[in-house]
């Protein structure tokens, strides 16, 4: 019912930044929460943050990224973006884009639909 695609990764100095975009296709997106998490080589995919079922609505953010990443979501372009500042080379991870119906979580299983990644390297 819903497709995402993410894109805009790519390879950024440490103290850079990068937007990621991930495109929804499908009916009603408006009413689904998104997420992004990321999956370092050997680690378990993780938490980064969420955004609820419409603009304005409450965000949720992991620690590590709080105060240098920010979701947003355009809805006439059925796109969610997740801007990256001050990047660090521990955020180097491959970054998915993810939906569930109206509210957000930090649960991964929680998700219904998941995009393919698309893979962020931060060099120092």
């Known amino acids: 019912q819903v497709q995402l695609v993410e894109s805009g990764g790519g390879l950024v100095q440490a103290g850079g930044s990068l937007r990621l975009s991930c495109a929804a296709s499908?009916?009603?997106?408006?009413?689904?929460?998104m997420a992004w998490f990321r999956q370092a080589p050997g680690k378990e995919r993780e938490f980064v943050c969420a955004?609820?079922?419409?603009?304005?609505?409450?965000?949720l953010y992991a620690d590590s990224v709080k105060g240098r990443f920010s979701i947003s979501r355009d809805i006439a372009k059925d796109t969610i973006y997740l801007q990256m500042n001050s990047l660090k080379p521990e955020d180097t991870a491959l970054y998915y884009c993810?939906?569930?119906?109206?509210?957000?979580?930090?649960?991964?299983?929680?998700?219904?639909?998941w995009g393919q990644g698309t893979q962020v390297t931060v060099s120092s």
């Open positions: 993810a939906a569930r119906p109206y509210v957000a979580t930090t649960d991964r299983a929680s998700y219904d639909y």
């Open positions: 499908g009916r009603a997106f408006s009413t689904y929460a």
């Open positions: 955004i609820n079922r419409w603009i304005g609505s409450n965000t």
